[in-house]
């Protein structure tokens, strides 16, 4: 690259140089930052992966032994990647089927729709600590909210916070508590799709299920994938609610990933032991990301596409 | 089919779809406000009520001073004194660079450009974790540690996805405005001011916006960075407050409630802009 760069730069007259000049200017803030925080750190992660360091003394080389020591006998590794795909699989599809739902129930013509759609949005800015803090409230076993209605119904619920068997379902609708900034999203896309798709269906006898299924899922693909991906980045950097709501537990039933890195770095101040878990979950995060992707021709449908 | 349907029977199908219109809506908008409301009652109850069973669901007398009790209980003008600092700092940083970097990008060639920009795109996908642990061993080695340089700094150097917003905000701009005023003689820098800043309106308050609400909802950076209490931010304070007064629900709530309504106020005063343009980011995304 380097090469063409030269050849490049020779080629050019000097208005051109000039301005490729104030184009590395004026990008330089990115630059930096890019070199200083995210390129460099990543390196230095990596690096520090191989070493035990407490930051206050001087750092010591042990080569592969804080991989080998999480692969073979580090049950809270395990248990912490159990937790965190547990709540990928039970989040993931729960979410994006919500989100989906509510799009739909806003993508009609009423008077109102656009006040509830600000409604809906609204849980979605609401600082994760505060939102954490009243679900907490709200699934309290005994005053809370949602167990006052299910004992309406004669049902006692669960000491969700309190119970390993259900710390998680409370995680779980703490995050599709914001589902509403994905609606928005997929509510967009849905209004993207020309009406003359459902009309000629329509024509051709297609009922509402098969609109649906021939129509609009195939149109919102596209939407449906990145927010899949964002999703599942988001997913494994979970870390406000269980922090605040369990601390991981009841019986580290709600111990996701980024807690335990969390707990590495900063209550043990193993920083080479957590920069090796870092590693270990970016290449799980790459690895699924890839999946995703490659696999999305086979379900994701471009309507510019060329085949 | 529906050519044989009568006059009649076409309204009475219109009023169905109306009303099962309005009844779905109206099922999602009580599921998820009544969290809300929920806060907001707990807020305003009395020691006495807070523990009462069943539940009471309108809190009796209404006890407005639980607002002011937090201020008593914990620093929490402090709090909410130290976000606001962080946040302008960040909106400041983010504003700046953004608008800088998005120009070169957008507007300038230059060799390895798109490079560049595929690299930009690219550390969207890398995940905070990984650059966490080294960038703190950074700032501590800096001495940075419980000050907000850790919290402020790397806003300077753009977000890549405000970087993104705003190039493709840019892109749209014509590129004869920028002809037209380097033939009257402006610099780079003019252009940028002059011609471009003022049109781009909608992208800057978007990158305003965004971080404003990352920001003062951010609770793990200040987790990590600061340790002395008079320095937390609001999120961070929360935390403190729940730590401290495990059962004070009526006055967790009443911090929570007034610690989500700036992001509130502003998302209300944007919200056309916002939703647009994060509509368009997520479909071109």
């Known amino acids: 690259m380097s090469k063409n760069f030269v050849q490049a730069w020779r080629g050019m007259s000097v208005a051109k140089r000039q301005e490729a000049v104030a184009g590395y200017f004026f990008i330089s803030p990115w630059l930096i930052g890019f070199i200083v925080f995210i390129a460099g750190p990543m390196l230095a992660s990596f690096v520090i992966s191989f070493t035990r360091w407490n930051i206050v003394s001087d750092p010591k080389w042990v080569g592969i032994a804080n991989y080998e020591r999480i692969f073979t006998a580090d049950k809270d590794f395990i248990q912490a990647l159990k937790v965190t795909f547990k709540y990928a699989v039970i989040f993931l599809p729960t979410f994006t089927i919500v989100g989906l739902a509510m799009a739909m129930a806003l993508n009609v013509k009423l008077k109102g729709v656009g006040v509830i759609r600000t409604l809906l949005y609204l849980p979605y800015v609401v600082p994760g600590i505060a939102a954490t803090l009243v679900w907490v409230w709200v699934l309290n076993s005994r005053f809370g909210l949602l167990n006052t209605i299910l004992s309406w119904a004669g049902i006692e619920g669960p000491n969700w916070f309190g119970d390993p068997k259900s710390a998680l379902y409370g995680i779980v609708m703490i995050g599709l508590w914001g589902v509403g900034g994905s609606a928005v999203i997929y509510l967009a896309g849905l209004q993207n799709i020309p009406e003359r798709l459902y009309e000629a269906a329509v024509v051709d006898g297609a009922n509402e299920w098969q609109k649906f299924w021939h129509i609009t899922i195939p149109m919102l693909s596209p939407t449906i994938l990145y927010q899949l991906v964002m999703g599942l980045i988001g997913v494994f950097q979970t870390f406000t609610s269980s922090f605040v709501a369990t601390g991981g537990g009841p019986l580290k039933s709600t111990f996701f990933y980024m807690l335990y890195i969390y707990n590495k770095a900063w209550e043990s101040l193993r920083m ?33 596409e060329r085949k | 089919m529906s050519v044989y349907t009568s006059e009649s029977k076409w309204h009475w199908r219109k009023l169905l779809t109306t009303t099962r219109g309005y009844f779905v809506l109206l099922i999602f908008a009580v599921v998820f406000l ?248 997520g479909i071109k995304g």
């Open chain 1, 272 to 304: 080479g032991y957590a920069s090796a878990l870092a590693w270990i979950l970016f290449a799980i995060i790459l690895l699924i990301t890839l999946v995703v992707f490659r696999s999305s021709p086979l379900w994701v449908h471009y309507e510019a």
């Open chain 2, 34 to 281: 009544v969290p809300f409301y929920w806060m907001f009652a707990t807020a305003l109850k009395g020691d006495e009520q807070l523990f009462q069973l069943p539940p009471a669901w309108v809190p009796n007398p209404l006890v407005w001073e639980n607002f002011a009790q937090v201020f008593k209980e914990v620093p929490f003008g402090r709090f909410l004194t130290n976000s606001v600092v962080l946040v302008v700092w960040n909106v400041v940083g983010q504003v700046v660079s953004c608008t800088l970097i998005a120009y070169g990008f957008a507007r300038l060639r230059f060799p390895g450009r798109d490079a560049l920009f595929l690299v930009l795109l690219a550390t969207l996908m890398v995940p905070r974790q990984v650059t966490l642990v080294p960038q703190f061993i950074l700032f501590a080695k800096l001495g940075w540690v419980n000050t907000y340089l850790p919290l402020i700094l790397p806003a300077f150097t753009g977000s890549p996805f405000l970087i993104f917003l705003m190039r493709q905000y840019m892109m749209t701009i014509p590129l004869d405005l920028d002809e037209a005023a380097t033939i009257d003689g402006a610099g780079r820098l003019q252009i940028l001011r002059h011609v471009i800043m003022p049109i781009s309106g909608p992208a800057l308050v978007l990158v305003a916006v965004f971080t404003f609400t990352d920001v003062w909802n951010d609770f793990m950076g200040p987790l990590i960075y600061l340790n002395d209490p008079e320095k937390f931010t609001v999120s961070l304070g929360l935390s403190f407050f729940q730590g401290a007064k495990e059962t004070s629900w009526h006055l967790l709530m009443a911090g929570s409630l007034m610690s989500m309504i700036p992001p509130m106020i502003l998302f209300f005063l944007a919200q056309k802009r916002l939703l647009g343009g994060l509509a368009a980011a």
